[in-house]
């Protein structure tokens, strides 16, 4: 995504001035236009990455500095952005990846009001049915794809499930680009889920969120605003260091964690 690869870039400004940086300068050096430059700075503040020090300068902001702390690999700030979100849809949210062949769920964010979905039927075996999985499914190629669905048999889990491969990799093709992926009822009666593409290394990566009721029209309000803040997911997982291209996946799913210390940090944009 180009707004992610945009703030890494001021992050990489950002994290060289120790005692704070101009927005002069970061203009200078990142070569963004005015009013780009000034979105992305409202973004990072809002997000903890960057703060304000003093008139039309910034430092580093508390999520960006606890990267760099011994006790802390920035899952926090991750954890914050994943609630953040779930507040802004009214629903769970979930970041997966497809590893080893495998759909895996790397970190969620539930509540009360939000709980996650029922997995009555493992989502590795679900990926036809359900929105993570094709999420991922879209991401790879016709072999992946088959080669996945050879594992795990498109079994039917509900009178909406999709079991033909045909069709279900015509539904994956033919969604306009960003458009985000649906169950709409496919893996359990009463649950609709979206997922949005937010790969940041070599495996295919999604966010998504669940509704624990049949209603389109508020699947729909909130599919929207979770396209709207996957840039903001994609970024914390970059800068957290768990995405997709840090190495190795965890043993299971990341929830909250503590914060370290602050301490230094130094953020390259590629």
């Not at 507040?87 to 969620?108: F, K, L, M």
């Not at 800068?239 to 301490?263: H, I, L």
Request: proline share 6%; aromatic share 4%; glycine share 10%.
């Amino acid at each position: 995504m180009e707004a992610v690869h945009r703030a890494l870039r001021v992050l990489e400004v950002v994290g060289r001035y120790s005692g704070g940086v101009s927005l002069a300068q970061i203009a200078r050096e990142t070569r963004l236009p005015q009013l780009v430059l000034a979105r992305v700075m409202e973004q990072l503040v809002r997000a903890n990455l960057a703060a304000p020090a003093g008139p039309g300068a910034y430092i580093a902001g508390r999520a960006l500095l606890l990267t760099g702390a011994a006790s802390g690999d920035g899952s926090g700030h991750l954890q914050e952005t994943l609630a953040w979100v779930r507040d802004a849809v009214g629903a769970a949210v979930y970041v997966a990846r497809y590893t080893d062949g495998e759909v895996c769920i790397t970190q969620y964010a539930d509540g009360p009001a939000t709980p996650l979905v029922d997995e009555w039927v493992d989502f590795r075996a679900a990926a036809h049915a359900s929105a993570v999985g094709k999420a991922l499914l879209a991401q790879l190629g016709p072999a992946g794809r088959k080669d996945h669905l050879s594992r795990h048999r498109a079994a039917r889990f509900t009178a909406h499930t999709l079991t033909r491969q045909e069709d279900l990799f015509r539904q994956l093709d033919t969604r306009r680009p960003g458009e985000p992926l649906l169950d709409l009822q496919e893996y359990a009666v009463g649950t609709m889920c979206a997922a949005v593409p937010i790969t940041s290394g070599p495996n295919a990566e999604c966010l998504a969120l669940s509704i624990p009721a049949p209603d389109p029209h508020r699947l729909g309000q909130a599919a929207r605003i979770l396209q709207s803040e996957a840039a903001a997911v994609l970024l914390a997982l970059i800068v957290a260091g768990t995405g997709s291209g840090a190495g190795g996946s965890p043993t299971a799913p990341q929830r909250e964690e503590g914060a370290g210390e602050p301490g230094s940090v130094l953020i390259t944009a590629t």
